[in-house]
């Protein structure tokens, strides 16, 4: 598919900011006064700004709201309203502890739960698509909810649980990558099965369906080099997850070095994030001779 800026901002920072929600709210011994006010204005302009750059890849972006409506068969209303019940429950949480000092429990716990059910549901908007078989599969939701989970942590200043949640969300990451990569061959989907004419003999483009490109080639048909998708993977995991461990289990601390590890992270998931999409080969690119 052809990766959107939009939709890349929007699944990485969003994640980030639901991600470091949760641990806000699970916190035993949490920040206070205007500690917690930076931790909670870190969180929601992350998440909210996630949420809100992913309005700019509708074609009617105006017609948002009306996504709330079609929950029980929409993972993408689901999501809507699983962020809007988080971020009201957080923030009456949040308000307790900047401007009261108390921690209105278990606001905390079920904002939590909101803030996992968010990703999750971000998750299967895509883990839902049979048309993308890469996507198609149980790592898709585990890869969304690694880095979450990964970036709250780091985000947050858990040093300890933010160096093995970055480790396993690279594990994840590399085991969505290698079945991913097999996963259009095994689904069996080919010309003929598209068309439903395999069995009358071999089937194939006769000629292109048209001369020149359209809505669908535009959106779902991006292909990227085996060369340059395997560098930037490599890339991507060096910054996404080698140097934030290496900077985190450093013998020596520093909030500069914490700080270096925290932007190596978002551009290390910035750039999975655009393979994400990059990569994800739709059955119509078997129409254009694509697949």
Partial sequence: MHPAPSVIIFTTFSGLGFGLLFWLGIDPTP??????FAFWLIAYVMGVGGLISSTFHLGHPERALKAFTQWRSSWLSR???AAVATLVLMGLYGLGLVFFDTAWQPLGWLGAIGA???VFT????YAQMKTI???YTNLTPAMYLSFALAGGALLKGSTAIAL???LLAGVIQIATWVVGDKAFANSGTTMATATGL?????VRAFEPPHTGTNYLMREFIHVVGRKHSSKLRIISLLLMVLL???LLAAPFFSHWLALLAVISHIAGVLATRWLFFAEAEHVVGLYYGKR
């Fill in 122 to 125: 971000t998750s299967m908007i």
């Fill in 198 to 202: 395999g069995n009358i003999g071999e």
């Fill in 164 to 166: 093995w949640l970055i």
């Fill in 116 to 118: 996992l059910a968010t």
């Fill in 244 to 246: 934030p461990v290496m």
């Fill in 79 to 81: 999501e809507g309203i």
């Fill in 133 to 135: 078989p890469r996507w």
């Fill in 31 to 36: 920040y206070t006064g205007w500690t917690a």
